[in-house]
């Protein structure tokens, strides 16, 4: 069964995905084990510039992980969603779904 | 302070969030597979090609020989049990770690490649795998059983089963099915073309020689 969503939770929610490109990013990692952040901006059709402050922003909200390491002298950054991310994430879809459905 | 989120705004997320989704997975699985797949699956092409040649020289050299067709059926056959378990398999995994109640779209994507793809191709692929063993007479006419198979076996999991019509399965069940394997990237279509087109045609010139005897 579903936990209700409390209305500070929702507003967190709403806060953290009220951005279209961070609802892109989440949903590439919701289903993506890990994405490097090169393949993600060229995914998302996302600027470097964009991609990364967002990334910031989720890595603060503690919804995603990151891993830096060097592959042939070139660094490489790589994203991965954590449970939190992939927890709050379901429950902003549950909620949406919850608004559309009584006037389906 | 934020607005609460109204209908119109609920339906673009989800929208936003399909579509992602959508393009994510569809990039991923193209990914995993040329990774994990692309060399066994071209080797197979080839190994179609040359099987389909050696038929081909064969039928044109010795036309009253014993059919080199079950050889090739049994090719085909093999290919398909392969992929056939590797694909379920992929199914299996996919759906355990995808919520598959979380999006309906999701799983309607999923449930539309197994049942109208995979399923009738390898159902097909077993009964021509069977059909090989044991009747050898009806060599000529096992294609045209498979085509007929999977048209069947479709239009069930099309009417019965997604309740919808989707044209596109006819046509990769029409074209004989050795295609769908290849079915996930361009050089693999086209590998996969190339062992259908020598199948479809060496099949066809082996059907019509038959009549002819």
Request: glycine share 8%; proline share 3%; with cysteine.
């Amino acid at each position: 069964m579903t936990t209700p969503i409390t209305i500070v939770q929702s507003a967190a929610l709403e806060k953290a995905f009220s951005v279209p490109a961070r609802l892109k990013i989440m949903s590439t990692l919701f289903v993506r084990e890990e994405i490097d952040f090169s393949d993600m901006a060229g995914l998302l059709q996302l600027t470097r510039g964009n991609l990364s402050v967002h990334m910031k922003t989720l890595e603060e909200l503690g919804y995603v992980s990151v891993k830096k390491a060097f592959i042939d002298n070139k660094p490489k950054t790589t994203y991965t969603i954590t449970r939190q991310g992939r927890t709050h994430f379901r429950s902003y879809v549950t909620m949406l779904e919850t608004i559309i459905s009584p006037v389906r | 302070m934020t607005q609460p989120i109204g209908p119109e705004r609920a339906r673009e997320d989800l929208s936003i969030i399909r579509e992602t989704i959508d393009r994510s997975t569809g990039s991923r699985f193209l990914a995993d597979f040329i990774r994990t797949q692309a060399s066994l699956f071209i080797l197979f092409g080839i190994l179609g090609c040359v099987g389909c040649l050696v038929h081909w020289y064969a039928l044109l050299r010795y036309p009253t020989s014993p059919a080199t067709l079950p050889i090739i059926a049994g090719m085909w056959s093999a290919i398909m049990a392969f992929t056939g378990v590797i694909k379920v398999r992929g199914f299996f995994r996919r759906s355990k770690a995808f919520n598959m109640d979380f999006l309906t779209y999701y799983r309607n994507l999923t449930h539309f490649s197994f049942f109208q793809v995979y399923l009738p191709v390898g159902l097909a692929g077993i009964i021509l795998f069977i059909l090989f063993i044991k009747i050898g007479l009806w060599q000529h006419i096992v294609p045209t059983i498979v085509v007929i198979m999977g048209i069947i076996i479709n239009s069930l999991s099309v009417f019965f089963i997604d309740k919808r019509l989707n044209l596109t399965g006819y046509f990769y069940i029409l074209l004989g099915g050795a295609g769908l394997l290849f079915f996930d990237g361009a050089l693999l279509l086209f590998c996969g073309m190339v062992f259908l087109s020598f199948t479809v045609l060496g099949s066809l010139l082996h059907l019509y020689g038959g009549f002819q005897e």
